[in-house]
Nanobody
């Protein structure tokens, strides 16, 4: 069982930045595709970004965040990050980290393990 713990959420003004972190308990972390999702009040959970397993040399973003958010991973620290810039009020949501072993970079329904989420609130 892989445990994922998100941190770094908070309140920020529109145009500001935040960096989310997700620490994984799995020693073979490098073998997992990692993703970020978010869920706003009254809306379904949506995909935000994903990073390939191993070196993390491939990334994939939702159109709504492309050019503003960057996903990265540090396998030595068992941690994946989501750097969020130029934040907008519509980015307000609970952000979740997810993991699946050796999955596809583009498979949004494949994730086996989920964190508890961290709240991001962007004020206008």
């Amino acid at each position: 069982q892989v445990q994922l713990v998100e941190s770094g959420g908070g309140l920020v003004q529109a145009g500001g930045s935040l960096r989310l972190s997700c620490a994984a308990s799995e020693r073979t972390f490098s073998g997992y595709v990692m993703g970020w999702f978010r869920q706003a009040p009254g809306k379904e959970r949506e995909f935000v970004a994903a990073i390939s397993w191993s070196s993390g040399d491939r990334t994939y973003y939702a159109d709504s965040v492309k050019g503003r958010f960057t996903i990265s991973r540090d396998n030595a620290k068992n941690t994946v990050y989501l750097q969020m810039s130029s934040l907008k009020p519509e980015d307000t949501a609970v952000y979740y980290c997810a993991a699946t072993p050796r999955g596809s970079l583009y498979g949004k329904d494949q994730y086996r393990y989920w964190g508890q989420g961290t709240q991001v609130t962007v004020s206008s």
